[in-house]
């Protein structure tokens, strides 16, 4: 069973920067699209990015000019580069994946375990 381990999250002031991490561990036939999205206190779980195989990149609008979204399919890696940190940024934020276990399988669906990213003073 694959799960998926993400780092990097914290406490930054506004205007500061992160990166998360989350890398897919163990053996498997291909990743196919990754995303990240975050969920703040009492909120739904919000899709803020997403790249593909093609490395074709889609941001909503609260992030898009300061997130940017990469993957490294050597390492089975996603990146979430996040510049410009505002209050309203604090979240927990979740990777998510589209994995093959195996040829001809079908499309598998994981989640990270979340990394709390907090913005303030």
């Known amino acids: 069973q694959v799960q998926l381990v993400e780092s990097g999250g914290g406490s930054v002031q506004p205007g500061g920067s992160l990166r998360l991490s989350c890398v897919a561990p163990g053996n498997f036939y291909r990743l196919d699209a990754w995303a990240w999205y975050r969920q703040m206190p009492g909120q739904q779980r919000d899709l803020i990015a997403r790249?593909?195989?093609?490395?074709?990149?889609n941001y909503a609008g609260s992030v898009e000019g300061r997130f940017f979204i990469s993957r490294d399919d050597e390492k089975n890696t996603v990146y979430l580069s996040m510049g410009d940190l505002k209050p309203e940024d604090t979240a927990v934020y979740y990777c998510?994946?589209?994995?093959?276990?195996?040829?001809?399988?079908?499309?598998?669906?994981?989640w990270g375990q979340g990394t709390q990213v907090t913005v303030a003073s």
């Open positions: 790249i593909n195989v093609a490395q074709t990149t």
């Open positions: 998510n994946v589209n994995l093959r276990l195996a040829f001809g399988a079908s499309t598998t669906n994981l």
